[in-house]
């Protein structure tokens, strides 16, 4: 079955310390890969995204994520974090469809403390 | 318009009445999804269309649930006979499909807050 599981639901930190959200998925198709950010009171936008080559990807905001093949991860990580950085975060994935239906993850809520 | 725009922002009903929600795309993006974020959940997707065709409706979940878009233009996401269930966030996003523009990527409008009371 395809699934997309976010393994933390809330991650507190303190301010220039190092975060790392976790994302793993299921899938016996190809896949890409995303990661979205929604800012209390706003949309959703796009943070970053693997859809193929470098398996490191940058992003917006200093974030990166790396994709593992082999364990099915995508996890976002970013070396030091603002108070700026708290909001909710999404991973999605397109499971090898042609039209690129979304699936997200839970959500893991960042919280930044001063 | 520059971004996706939904309206109404907020709508308060009473269970059992017929609310209709709007989505206006990106100018240029044929595909358009419909989400659904329960409070402290994930998005559940809804629908899809590729320009006004729905080839997959497979996250409705009942057939008080339906969705309609003119052309490659607005859609509307109509719930019959609301439930106290039906209360969330509801999410439109476009995309282009055309090769050289298409990278995945969804833009999200800022949602339709429904509460059923």
């Known amino acids: 079955a395809q699934s997309v599981t976010q393994l933390d639901s809330q991650v507190p930190v303190f301010e220039e310390a190092p975060v790392e959200l976790r994302c793993n998925y299921s899938?016996?198709?190809?896949?890409?890969l995303f990661w979205y950010v929604q800012y209390p009171n706003q949309g959703l936008q796009l943070l970053l995204k693997y859809l193929s080559g470098s398996t490191l990807v940058k992003g917006i905001n200093g974030f990166e994520a790396e994709f593992n093949k082999s364990q099915t991860s995508f996890h976002l990580r970013k070396p030091s974090v603002h108070i700026s950085d708290t909001a909710e975060y999404f991973c999605?994935?397109?499971?090898?469809?042609?039209?690129?239906?979304?699936?997200f993850g839970q959500g893991t809520i960042l919280t930044v403390h001063p | 318009g520059a971004g996706v725009s939904q309206s109404p922002s907020n709508k308060v009903t009473e269970k059992g009445k017929d609310v209709e929600l709007r989505c206006d795309p990106i100018?240029?993006?044929?595909?358009l999804y419909w989400y659904r974020q329960r409070l402290g959940q994930g998005l559940e997707f809804l629908i899809y269309f590729q320009g006004n065709s729905a080839p997959d409706k497979s996250g409705l979940p009942s057939d008080r649930f339906s969705a309609e878009r003119t052309g490659e233009s607005v859609s509307t996401l109509t719930i019959q006979r609301t439930q106290q269930e039906d209360s969330a966030v509801y999410l439109c996003a476009s995309r282009y499909t055309l090769a050289g523009k298409n990278t995945g990527e969804l833009f999200f409008g800022e949602g339709s807050r429904l509460t059923v009371l």
């Open positions: 999605a994935v397109s499971f090898g469809t042609s039209y690129g239906k979304l699936t």
């Open positions: 100018s240029g993006h044929t595909a």
């Open positions: 899938s016996s198709v190809s896949v890409y």
